[in-house]
């Protein structure tokens, strides 16, 4: 029965939100991202998209793949979820994406995001220096 709940959520709450409305830049120094509007999860699965298309030089679903975790690696980009109920939540399961044009960096949290939370911010930072990229709010996974 949750299966079918959740399902129905999804279908009519579930989306993607994009977080920066004008691009911006994320490096070693942590940026913090005020939200004009609160975020809060449907599901446990829900996580945060970034674009890095133009950071991947392969063509091919798999060889983008490849460079993504060659020039991504585990833990080089940092998020929290900021939220005034609790304790930050932390995004560190990191995975690439790649389609025919597009590439990006997803990161979820090992344990599930926390339903029925509000976040009103995020806090970021990268390995490497990231620029102009938009940052996007998943909330459609299982």
Same mark, same amino acid.
């Given at each position: 029965m949750d299966g079918v709940i959740n399902l129905i959520k999804v279908m009519i709450w579930g989306g993607t939100t994009l977080l920066t409305p004008e691009p911006i830049d994320v490096h070693l120094d942590i940026a913090r991202i005020t939200l004009k509007k609160p975020i809060s999860a449907i599901t446990a699965g829900?996580?945060?998209k970034i674009d890095i298309t133009k950071y991947i030089k392969a063509t091919g679903v798999v060889a983008s793949l490849k460079e993504i975790d060659e020039n991504f690696p585990d833990n080089c980009i940092s998020i929290k979820l900021? @939220?005034?109920?609790?304790?930050p939540v932390v995004l560190s399961k990191q995975y690439g994406g790649a389609g025919n044009d597009s590439a990006a960096v997803y990161l979820a949290s090992q344990s599930g995001?926390?339903?029925?939370l509000k976040f009103h911010a995020i806090e970021i930072? @990268?390995?490497k220096l990231l620029e102009s990229i938009n940052i996007e709010w998943i909330n459609? @996974?299982?």
């Open positions: 829900a996580s945060i900021i @939220s005034t109920d609790q304790e995001i926390p339903t029925g930072s @990268s390995c459609f @996974s299982k």
